[in-house]
């Protein structure tokens, strides 16, 4: 079966700070892979995704990045954290079979920038 | 736009009376609508979906969610709460022509002893 997993499961870092969030997949081949936020009493907003090694599509201009080293490996990284980057990441996996995949998520990051 | 609405942030239930959380989305194209569950801290894990095959799905827990689309709703139901259904729950759309998740705000079910 497959698996997601996510770390660190908390984080607290100061601003102007690095960050590296990893998410990695088991149990399966070539998944989409995504990084979603979701921040505090708000819904989930899409961040990047990739549908391949090295592939990754920005959703919306910010202070972070995404790379994808290996088939199953996602990392989110900022080289200088901000107060708003404070909130919750989530990967996600879908098998890619069309245009409405299931995507399941992982159990999250929580990240604090004080 | 292509949107879907959770028409309540907050729904409070006794154990063991119904559940219902609405949700409406933007009609085109066609959707595929999800159900997922977040309890506190943790990631998103997928109730129930609707891929245009029965209206009426069935899904983990209890749940069930019924597509409407001459009302463009897909509202989640439970018969009986339990205390462990305590926790924020997503409606999400995906449409055919983008194949992106597009998620409501969220409806906090509080359940009452």
């Known amino acids: 079966s497959q698996t997601i997993h996510q770390w660190p499961a908390t984080l607290v870092q100061p601003v102007g700070s690095p960050l590296s969030l990893e998410c990695t997949v088991e149990?399966?081949?070539?998944?989409?892979l995504y990084w979603y936020r979701q921040a505090a009493g708000r819904g989930l907003q899409l961040l990047f995704y990739?549908?391949?090694?090295?592939?990754i599509s920005s959703e919306v201009p910010q202070n972070l990045s995404a790379s994808r080293p290996q088939d199953r490996q996602f990392i989110l990284s900022s080289k200088k954290l901000l107060l708003s980057d404070s909130g919750f990441y989530l990967c996600?996996?879908?098998?890619?079979?069309?245009?409405?995949?299931?995507?399941?998520f992982g159990p999250g990051t929580r990240l604090t920038v004080l | 736009a292509q949107s879907v609405t959770q028409l309540d942030s907050h729904v409070s239930v006794s154990e063991g009376t119904p559940v219902l959380l609405r949700c409406n989305y933007s009609?085109?194209?066609?959707?595929?609508l999800f159900w997922y569950v977040q309890h506190p801290n943790k990631g998103l894990q997928l109730l129930l979906k609707?891929?245009?095959?029965?209206?009426l799905v069935k899904g983990i827990n209890g749940f069930e969610a019924e597509f409407k689309k001459s009302e463009t709703s897909f509202h989640l139901t439970k018969p009986s709460a339990h205390m462990s259904d305590a926790a924020e729950y997503f409606c999400?759309?995906?449409?055919?022509?983008?194949?992106?998740?597009?998620f409501g705000q969220g409806t906090t079910l509080q359940v009452k002893p």
């Open positions: 149990g399966t081949s070539n998944p989409n």
């Open positions: 996600a996996w879908s098998v890619p079979s069309g245009t409405t995949d299931t995507q399941y």
């Open positions: 009609s085109s194209y066609s959707p595929s």
């Open positions: 999400v759309v995906t449409y055919s022509n983008t194949g992106k998740l597009i």
């Open positions: 609707y891929t245009s095959a029965a209206t």
């Open positions: 990739s549908v391949g090694i090295g592939q």
